[in-house]
């Protein structure tokens, strides 16, 4: 009978194994995959995202591993841009990080395992089922039925909603996100920026370059299928990855550059604002929970902070001896505390993204005024925290800007 089973070894799922077992529970970290395995992702770790890392004693590591990038650059429809540099926001590292998946995933497992959790690999949980001492996870591997007691699980399954919708968490599989992403090397012009663009891809969507040690960068595009403009979406992700690398500054770009591996689609769940995340001795971490920026697609930053607060929440409950449901639910209030506000707000602006004319005003206006700039990062970033909201005057800031250069 293991204290707490974590379904899942990604970020969140790992994170939380982490801060249970160097509390001193029994943990059982379980994944489909072998370790170390890649996942496809953009992989930019944002400032929230660093610090939970060097919480864990991992930030160093990952620097080893990854590309430090001090600044955000952001291209309007229109061609317009402007460039801003990390805002140091909160304590925070003034600056992000972009690393593979293959990588940093496999360095958390590994903190997992050295704080005292158990690692198994290849097994497909298909079902939790409660019972009178707490919940059954069951599954295969190569073939064999697996089975193992524990008295709470944590599910960590990223975006697939099949284990969600089995025990009745989820009542429907959610509207997602689309993406693709694919890496090339001995890329030209490649700069210490985080670089967003809005050319060159389908609106509300975006497209980014991430950049990587030895001339090396993690290149993709998404886009939402909402509302009216649905019907105008690409048929699929990888489609508008070739629209968005054929535009003529990625052209420029990767002349002479060399893709790496094959394009890689993938699903993104942007639904926490309405996504349940406690279900009967249960507990969802990360992108399971919908836990990836409306806005911007990042999810690693949510996942590794809603396993901190799970963790935390679960020493709690266990230092007590109540994991009843009511007590447990109290997770939710946590997240949304933490998150709601911000992904509120975020859905809110999505809607502006398919109006080319007012991203180009947009732009235009934040490379002329720094309050707007500074404002248009931190939501970029996500450094906005529930815990202040997005700062009333931050956006009042903002829009005097725009007026004031006559753009509103």
């Not at 930030?59 to 061609?79: H, S, T």
């Not at 001339?215 to 699929?236: D, K, L, V």
Request: hydrophobic letters at 45%; charged letters at 20%.
């Amino acid at each position: 009978m293991y204290d707490v089973i974590v379904i899942g070894a990604g970020p969140g799922g790992s994170a939380t194994a982490h801060y249970l077992a160097r509390h001193g529970l029994d943990v059982l970290l379980l994944d489909k995959f072998d370790f170390p395995r890649d996942k496809t992702c953009g992989d930019a770790l944002t400032p929230r995202a660093l610090e939970v890392l060097a919480d864990m004693g991992l930030l160093e590591a990952m620097g080893q591993v990854g590309c430090e990038v001090n600044k955000v650059k952001i291209f309007a429809p229109g061609g317009g841009s402007t460039v801003a540099a990390m805002p140091h926001y909160n304590g925070r590292p003034g600056y992000a990080m972009i690393v593979p998946r293959l990588s940093l995933d496999n360095a958390i497992r590994e903190r997992a395992v050295d704080s005292g959790a158990k690692f198994e690999g290849r097994i497909q949980v298909t079902n939790i089922e409660p019972t009178e001492a707490g919940v059954r996870v069951s599954g295969g591997r190569r073939g064999r039925s697996v089975t193992h007691p524990a008295r709470l699980a944590v599910i960590a399954t990223g975006a697939s909603p099949q284990l969600l919708l089995q025990t009745g968490i989820l009542p429907e599989a959610p509207p997602m996100m689309m993406a693709a992403r694919a890496y090339f090397e001995n890329i030209n012009y490649l700069t210490d920026e985080m670089q967003f663009y809005f050319e060159g891809v389908p609106l509300p969507g975006y497209g980014w370059v991430f950049p990587l040690p030895d001339s090396t960068a993690n290149i993709g595009a998404g886009f939402f299928r909402r509302g009216r403009t649905a019907r105008h979406m690409p048929a699929t992700p990888a489609a508008a990855f070739e629209t968005f690398i054929n535009h003529p500054p990625l052209q420029t770009m990767l002349a002479g550059a060399r893709r790496v591996g094959p394009v890689k689609g993938y699903p993104l769940r942007i639904d926490f604002a309405t996504a349940p995340t406690v279900g009967e001795r249960i507990l969802v971490v990360g992108e399971a929970a919908g836990l990836v920026n409306p806005l911007t697609g990042e999810g690693i930053d949510y996942a590794l902070e809603s396993g901190r607060i799970a963790a935390r929440h679960l020493i709690d409950l266990f230092g007590d001896g109540d994991l009843s449901r009511p007590k447990l639910a109290v997770y939710d209030q946590l997240l949304r505390r933490q998150f709601q506000s911000l992904f509120r707000f975020c859905y809110r602006m999505q809607g502006f993204l398919p109006y080319r004319s007012l991203l180009n005003r947009l732009v235009k206006a934040a490379d002329h005024q720094n309050d707007l700039k500074t404002l248009l990062v931190n939501i970029v970033l996500g450094n906005y925290d529930i815990s202040g909201g997005i700062p009333r005057q931050a956006i009042l800031k903002g829009l005097f800007s725009l007026a004031a250069a006559g753009f509103l």
